[in-house]
């Protein structure tokens, strides 16, 4: 299989609840107007904690400064498997699950954070520049590993990136075990023809930026066990939507596709407390049980938690094989 | 005729310039999200000194105090003349000359300062609340006069209103005689089905918000005798839109409608400094000779300037006639 690198410098923010209102001015121009902005990556994903919005140096320097806008520190670099048709993995799972044990699992043994972002149309392993040289050093064996840069891909071996590169050391990283939420929501993995993207800019402009805001009539969702979660990403042209289905039902049913019908999804969102960026091997505590049970499943990090996706007739096996592999009991 | 006293209580505000970002979330809830808001009156108005909101008390609430917004400090009450098929007037224009001689002229002579918003379907004429009673006692004559509450129109009396009335001077008031400017630029007058306002949004969004930052590849506009003026309204849902050539050829053909295709008009914009809101007579100055030659004409109030767009065709005749006028030269 190829790991490619690709040709984008990523900044991780995030946005408070209440400061949204001043971020929308650069937000839409963002979403909508890609003939103003030059940004070619871009997510953002409503959380009941915050808004995460992760986007490359061009996409960045849209958002002004400001008491509601906490950037994390780093440059992120997205990774990206691509199998090139010699793979020899016999799984149909989709998601973090085929590159659970290829990607996910040896970057944790190294001590490598890494921020996930599954889209519609693939997974993005972000990892921090400074940790190049170890990711390649790490996966070499496994992967061709080629970086994008204006578009051309070049393969990158080991000895380019050796400079100063020190092997983390080997012992097992100690794991914190973090409590587990499954919230009761149905969620969908979307897509749209990106041109049809003004056709439900008003639908997509009111659920993100007005759903906080009571609607005349609305009755205020009783339902607790609900969790308010929805993400847009729009990377080199590709749109992709997870949102829950009652999100869902405010969309034309005829534009927003999904890989097959009525596809729906679980959430298990990992953290009680914030998990912040640099304790390693989260991904891989979920992510690992999934994969020895072939089960698919997509993961999406924010500022605050992380949250995998797995299939609506999984969740009860998901939540026990959870439970099992953490030996503690979910909350 | 009748005249009628509509049931919204406006409020008459400035944004300026570099403060529009920080209005953008209250203002595109405003335009688009009809469900959320409550807003039944709402004009926007960009001029190249700032932005111009029109809107009733429910859209006021909307918009925070800031440095960036400047608020007129008195309630406005839009007026309308209505034709009820027994009007004597044999006039075929359309828009302020109808109403020039017996509504403008009448309340200038009586000191009554309006602040005028024409749109597509009819011509506004805003009047203080506390004028209201000048302008009944001014006005019964001519007209029927009804006063809308909750959707009812009422007929309304002078002695109804009487209470306090102090009629104003007999002398005619000191005029002004304001600069004028007569820029290149054509305009359209047009108006669409609300329904299809999604259809046009991001079209709209990057008009009103997103204009005045360069798109990428596109040059500045080197033709300083062309001047910035668009303006989007949505009362009592309608939608009226007033725009150059240039900013047109942005939307959708098929959307946007006007009375006669091609339809094109010149801006006569009125004063050289800010005209303020306390001067009376200046819409009287340009709407009355228009209306002795029977020159068809919209006007549209703004914080700054007043504007009068006239047909195309009688550009050069106005001109002349109104530097005869005001035996003074336009600039």
Redesign the interface.
């Known amino acids: 299989m190829d790991l490619h690198i690709l040709d984008h410098r990523l900044r991780v923010t995030s946005i408070c609840k209440n400061g ?3 971020f ?3 937000l ?2 963002l979403i ?2 890609r ?2 902005a ?1 940004c070619k990556f871009f997510s953002l994903t409503e959380t009941p904690e915050n808004y995460t919005v992760v986007l490359d140096e061009e996409g960045f320097k849209e958002l002004q400064p400001s008491e509601h806008l906490l950037v994390e520190s780093s440059v992120w670099l997205p990774l990206n498997v691509v199998s090139n048709g010699n793979s020899s993995s016999s799984s149909q799972a989709v998601g973090v699950t085929k590159i659970a044990k290829s990607v996910i699992a040896p970057l944790a043994q190294q001590h490598v954070s890494v921020f996930m972002l599954s889209t519609y149309q693939t997974d993005f392993i972000l990892v921090r520049e400074k940790d190049l040289a170890v990711v390649i050093n790490t996966l070499e064996e496994e992967f061709n590993i080629y970086r994008e840069v204006g578009g051309e891909y070049s393969a990158v071996l080991s000895q380019d990136v050796h400079n100063g590169f020190q092997k983390n050391g080997k012992e097992a990283p100690q794991l914190t075990v973090h409590p587990l939420l499954i919230p009761q929501n149905q969620f969908c993995v979307m897509s749209l023809d990106p041109d049809t ?3 439900i ?3 997509l ?2 659920v993100l ?2 759903s906080n ?1 009571p ?3 609305a009755l205020p969702s009783q339902d607790l066990d609900c969790i308010k979660f929805f993400s847009f990403s729009l990377i080199d042209g590709y749109v992709s939507l997870v949102m829950d289905t009652e999100a869902q039902r405010q969309f034309p049913a005829d534009l927003l596709f999904t890989s097959s019908s009525r596809e729906l999804w679980r959430m298990v969102r990992i953290g009680g407390q914030p998990l912040g960026f640099d304790e390693c091997g989260i991904v891989a505590q979920i992510s690992q049980p999934l994969a020895d049970n072939d089960i698919s499943a997509y993961y999406i990090s924010t500022f605050s938690f992380d949250h995998a996706l797995v299939p609506e007739e999984d969740i009860v096996s998901v939540t026990e094989m959870l439970r099992q592999h953490r030996k503690e009991p979910a909350c």
């Open positions: 949204l209102v001043n929308t001015h650069p839409i121009k909508f107007l003939n103003r030059r993207l003004p056709a800019a008003t639908t402009i009111d930026f007005y805001s609607k005349e009539g």
